[in-house]
């Protein structure tokens, strides 16, 4: 029987989860981890107000959500001081890159990206069959004038840069973006994925006309705002370019709880703030681990901090699997030579207990 006739991209790609999540390996191993800090979640959950609004939002959840997010739109654009036209809601950032990279990558398309760099988008752009060129980090900064400098050589049609960036947490100011603008070619579109944006120093965002059509920004209520599981984000760009999200968007994606809970979180700037201080503090806690344990702990913008192990990558794959085996759950950076390091979210002081206490025997372990 010939079966059902998949697309040549489809045939082309593997099936294998690239992004194996804790539950999996909570799963796998046979219990759950005491500690979960390795996905850049905030274990500082949301604002109290937007859990009574989610919790208020439940009974009304027999009706779809407002397919345009009007009010979250409102909220958004009113805080940024533009049009509500600018902005597209959507399911995370993940979510928005798919309808993003839908609108812009037909098979062969060439985009560019920092070997090493967020991997889902990646992910994506494979899926519509991209051709992806990447350049290396410099230092374990991503490189914006590399990325362009690519962009020029192979054509490609969008940039992809996080601003800070995952996996190292580090970050370019605001002003280095600005100054990178007029370099961006012709009709390329520079994709400024902002997602910790909120946790990052003064002026690490850049200035850059609403209308801009050379950038398009990402944000989330993920990190920061800590609301992963609720998979709301937004975009910021050009109104003709938001408004093309409406060809492929899914008009009735978003959870009508989520919604809720989202405005009630973006109104809340106070709550916004306490994060603040709470994710610089278990930062502060986590270089301070790393030191205890002769370890370099690398400059975070981001609610985690990278460290580096001073060894490559099988030595830091030992730590994250025997820190896993102690029931503390970490990632690490996939690719040469940001893989000598581990990257361990911040979380409240049990869980960063439960890793001064484990650290030292996964070290160990790792260095028999
Ligand atoms: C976590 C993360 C995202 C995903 O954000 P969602 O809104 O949860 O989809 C996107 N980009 C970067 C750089 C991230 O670290």
Redesign the pocket.
């Known amino acids: 029987m010939p079966g059902p006739r998949y697309t040549d991209i489809i045939h082309s790609l593997s099936a294998n989860d690239p992004f194996t999540g804790p539950e999996t390996l909570e799963r796998n191993q046979g219990f759950p981890f005491r500690a979960r800090l390795g996905a ?1 979640e905030s274990s500082f959950g949301p604002s109290p107000k937007a859990l009574e609004a989610m919790q208020n939002a439940i009974s009304e959840v027999w009706m779809y959500a407002d397919p345009e997010s009007h009010d979250l739109r409102k909220a958004i654009a009113k805080h940024h001081a533009i049009d509500i036209r600018n902005v597209v809601i959507g ?7 798919g309808y993003l990279t839908r609108l812009f990558v037909a098979p062969g398309d060439r985009v560019v990206t920092s070997d090493g760099a ?1 991997p ?1 988008f990646n992910f994506i752009v494979s899926g519509y069959g991209g051709d992806i060129r990447k350049v290396s980090y410099n230092g374990d900064h991503e490189d914006p004038t590399a990325l362009i400098a690519k962009a020029h050589e192979v054509g490609a049609k969008l940039i992809y840069l ?1 601003n800070p ?2 996996p190292m947490g580090s970050w370019h100011s605001g002003k280095t973006i600005e100054g990178i603008l007029k370099d961006i070619p012709e009709g390329a579109l520079l994709i400024l ?1 902002e ?2 944006i909120e946790l990052a120093p003064e002026g690490t965002a850049p200035k850059i006309d609403i209308e801009d059509p050379r950038v398009v920004r ?1 944000r ?4 920061a705002y800590g609301m ?1 599981g609720a ?3 937004y975009t910021l760009g050009a109104r003709d370019l938001i408004a093309n999200f409406n060809k492929v968007r899914n008009h009735f994606g978003m959870c009508r709880i989520s919604q809720a809970g989202a405005l009630a979180a973006f109104e809340d700037q106070d709550w916004l703030m306490s994060i603040r201080t709470n994710v610089s503090q278990a930062r502060e806690r986590i270089v301070q681990i790393a030191h205890e344990n002769d370890l370099k702990p690398l400059p975070s913008a ?1 609610n985690f901090v990278t460290i580096d192990c001073g060894h490559d990558r099988d030595f830091a794959e030992n730590v994250v699997q025997n820190l896993g085996e102690r029931g503390v759950f970490i990632r690490m950076p996939f690719v040469e030579p940001q893989n000598r390091c581990i990257r361990v979210s911040v979380g409240k002081q049990e869980s960063l207990g439960a890793l001064a206490h484990e650290l030292p025997k996964a070290l160990a372990k790792a260095r028999t």
């Open positions: 850049n399911e995370g950032i993940d979510g928005l890159l967020y889902t996080a960036d995952n994925d997602a910790y990402m989330t209520f993920s990190k992963a998979r709301v984000g981001t």
